[in-house]
């Protein structure tokens, strides 16, 4: 089993729409959670930290469930530019000395 | 811009030739870490140096691959008789951290192998 297993899609999803993705983890002892995004041909770039209350930033909305071991990204009013691939990113420790990538969730948002 | 430079962006080579790439992090950060990433798949640990200190190896690195951040600064990856499999894109990242703390990490555009 993979340490960290997210649908790989392709999500293809109208503007305006909102759409979710999860994401799932083995280790129970994980203790920080990172959703990067990467466009194509891009390096992986931060998108936002994944806190035990869930947190939101604009149109994002982060939530993680411990006793499930999943993760969640909700994007809300998708625009063109949300296009791109969503990385659900787990470590074992507080720090990020070695994040653990899921293989990515490839969105396209259709005009 | 001071963001992470890697160099070369592209690479190809002859299989069993040997390659090496490498990273200059952003000046004030003291981690750096090398990720391999194929076609399809999430960026995959390397290695990752704590100033000059190399911390951590990934079962990946085989004992073709070696990574060396001399003065803890810039940082060299070389893979020795490379082999087609080693075909990938070489992500570097730099971060600043200690035992209680790390910022994000911020990638560089990477290099790409290609091996023939």
């Known amino acids: 089993r993979k340490e960290v297993e997210q649908d790989p899609g392709p999500f293809n999803v109208p503007e305006g729409a909102t759409v979710a993705f999860n994401c799932t983890y083995s280790?129970?002892?994980?203790?920080?959670f990172f959703w990067y995004r990467q466009d194509c041909r891009k390096e992986p770039k931060l998108l936002m930290s994944v806190y035990s209350s869930g947190n939101e930033d604009g149109r994002f909305t982060a939530q993680l469930n411990r006793a499930s071991q999943y993760i969640s990204l909700l994007i809300r009013d998708s625009k063109l530019s949300d296009s791109a691939t969503y990385l659900c990113v787990v470590n074992r420790n507080f720090g990020n000395e070695k994040l653990t990538f899921g293989t990515g969730t490839r969105l396209t948002i259709i005009p | 811009d001071t963001g992470v430079s890697q160099d070369p962006r592209h690479k190809i080579t002859k299989r069993g030739q040997n390659v090496t790439f490498r990273c200059d992090p952003i000046s004030e950060h003291n981690r750096l870490y090398w990720y391999r990433q194929t076609l399809g798949q999430g960026p995959e640990f390397l290695t990752y140096f704590q100033n000059e200190a190399q911390l951590e190896k990934s079962r990946l690195l085989s004992d073709r691959f070696s990574a060396e951040r001399p003065k803890g600064s810039f940082s060299t990856l070389e893979i020795q008789r490379t082999e087609q499999g080693d075909s990938a894109m070489y992500l570097c990242a730099s971060s600043l951290g200690d035992r209680s703390y790390n910022s994000p990490l911020h990638f560089g555009n990477g290099t790409r192998l290609t091996v023939t």
């Open positions: 280790n129970s002892a994980s203790q920080s």
